[in-house]
């Protein structure tokens, strides 16, 4: 009999297999995907030709500078606080309160007077309130 005790080994951790597994995961994974966005809706919108419903005595175009000065209607407005621009948009109002406010502002314009332009609507009583843009292709030429 022997009695002497046996020497054990110590059990090894082999990693290489897992890692090899785990790859082999990830390229599948990786393949597998589709790469769509999953967040857009998919929406078809509606034509119309905008010239013909355009109803321009309801708009009024509020034009921000980039040194913060205003203008209702391409008539300058005397001084920059909230009431001035609010008395000089109830004056332009030409259709009352189906007026569309169009805020066109400069692109290196503060956003306060954005801001301020449209604190000035809500005190007018105008609550439509739109913004102007340009295209990227006239943007390009400039």
Do not use: C, W
């Not at 054990?8 to 082999?24: A, G, T």
């Not at 990830?26 to 078809?44: A, N, P, R």
């Amino acid at each position: 009999m022997n009695f002497r005790p046996r020497r054990q080994e110590e059990p090894e951790i082999n990693l290489i297999p897992f890692i090899d597994v785990l790859l082999v995961i990830l390229i599948f994974l990786m393949l597998s995907t589709t790469y769509s966005k999953f967040t857009e809706m998919q929406l078809t919108l509606p034509v119309a030709d905008t010239e013909a419903q355009r109803d321009y005595p309801k708009e009024m175009i509020v034009a921000v500078g980039a040194d913060g000065a205003y203008s209702v209607n391409k008539v300058a407005v005397v001084g920059r606080s909230v009431e001035s621009i609010a008395s000089a948009m109830a004056e332009g109002a030409k259709a009352g309160k189906d007026t569309v406010v169009i805020i066109s502002a400069d692109a290196s314009a503060k956003h306060q007077s954005v801001v301020t332009v449209m604190e000035a609507a809500r005190r007018a009583g105008l609550n439509q309130i739109t913004f102007a843009t340009q295209s990227t292709a006239l943007a390009g030429d400039k």
